[in-house]
């Protein structure tokens, strides 16, 4: 298992970073611009590493939201899809 940190401080607080016109020779080479959210350190990591980190963000988030307390009275809408 491939786990990618800051090449800076070493955290594991990472996240995409917007794409700029000087990314695209980053592109080529399979790489996505990425961030630090401990130092700001810009840095570029593999497409494949993003896109497997993207899917554990999206993960966590629907783990995080089907685990909501249930208030008295809201109304609870069922979304399909
Ligand atoms: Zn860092």
Same mark, same amino acid.
């Given at each position: 298992?491939? !786990?990618?940190? $800051?090449?800076? $401080?070493?955290?594991?607080? !990472?996240?995409?970073?917007? @794409?700029? @016109? /000087?990314?695209?020779?980053?592109? /080529? ?5 990425? *961030? $630090?959210?401990? $130092?700001?350190? *810009? ?5 494949? @590493? ?25 109304? !609870? ?5």
């Amino acid at each position: 298992m491939e !786990i990618r940190l $800051c090449p800076n $401080c070493w955290s594991s607080e !990472i996240r995409s970073s917007h @794409f700029r @016109f /000087v990314d695209l020779a980053w592109l /080529v080479m399979l790489k996505l611009p990425l *961030r $630090c959210e401990e $130092c700001q350190q *810009r840095f570029h990591a593999s497409l494949f @590493f993003v896109a497997k980190k993207n899917r554990e963000l999206k993960l966590a988030k629907l783990q995080e939201s089907a685990k909501q307390p249930e208030a008295g009275g809201s109304e !609870i809408e069922e979304q399909n899809g």
